[in-house]
Structures are given as structure tokens and as C-alpha cells.
């Protein structure tokens, strides 16, 4: 028995605790990295979306305002919330439905505001073209 111990290679302990030290140090090292790349392309992706939609934001005029009382301005007749309203709101009005406004469909209150303003004006153009055409103007 003793002559199988002394066949089996030895490991001093001064050598494993020197092993797990190195792959700590190692362990270490690569963590440091993944969380600095990820903490990086955190930043980027938040400078590079945050950076565009405030700049946009800060460039508007008093003339670019897109609340309902301006629905007829150019620059809200042409955004995507206000066309996609007017869109769903002369079809449903085509189908004879209720109006059922899903401002859901947007995520911040100003694209709301303007999908309920272009879905008002869809649904009650449709119900005026209608009444024009059946009494035959």
C-alpha cells in the first residue's frame, strides 16, 4: 500500500495554492474585461439613441408643435402616429365600427396625442365623405 502512494505523482501544497492563485488572478482578469466591454457598449448604445432623440427634441419651434389644436401643420400631418391614426380611423369608420382609439399602439405621450388626434380626424372625415356622398354632393 505504501508503494502505491509513493508511485502516485505528488502535489506539494505549496504548488496547488500557487495554481489557484494564477487561475483567481486569471478569473479576475476576464470578468474585468466582460464587464468593462459590457459597461461600454451600454454607454455607446445610450449615447447614440438618448443623443439623437433629445437633439430632436431641443431643435422643435413653436411652429413644429404637435399638439391636436395644430393638427393641420405639415410637420404633424406627416408623423408616423398621426398617419397611422388617420389610417385606422377612416377604416374602421369604412367598416361602420365604434371608434376605439388604441393609443397603446405608441409609446410616449406625444405620439399618443397625435395617433388620438389623426384617428379622430380619419374617423370623422370618413363619416363626413360618406354623408356627402349619399346626399349626392
Known amino acids: 500500500m505504501r508503494e502505491a502512494q509513493k508511485n502516485r505523482p505528488h502535489f506539494g501544497a ?11 488572478k486569471d478569473t479576475h ?10 459597461g461600454l457598449l451600454i454607454v455607446f448604445t445610450a449615447r447614440i439613441t438618448g443623443a439623437s432623440g433629445s ?3 431641443r431643435q422643435r419651434t413653436p411652429a413644429q408643435s404637435t399638439s391636436p389644436q395644430n393638427a393641420n401643420s ?3 400631418q406627416m408623423s408616423a402616429p398621426f398617419r397611422d391614426g388617420l389610417y385606422v380611423g377612416r377604416i374602421t369608420s369604412e367598416h361602420g365600427n365604434e371608434p376605439h382609439i388604441a393609443v397603446g399602439r405608441w409609446a ?7 395617433y388620438a388626434s389623426g384617428y379622430r380626424q380619419g374617423y370623422n372625415q370618413q363619416i363626413v365623405n360618406a354623408e356627402a356622398l349619399r346626399l349626392g354632393h
Open 29 to 38: 482578469a476576464i470578468l474585468l474585461l466582460v464587464a468593462l466591454t459590457v
Open 108 to 114: 410616449s405621450v406625444m405620439d399618443r396625442t397625435l
Open 74 to 76: 405639415v410637420a404633424v
Open 55 to 57: 437633439a430632436e427634441r
Open 14 to 24: 505549496g504548488d496547488k495554492g500557487v495554481e489557484m492563485e494564477s487561475n483567481r
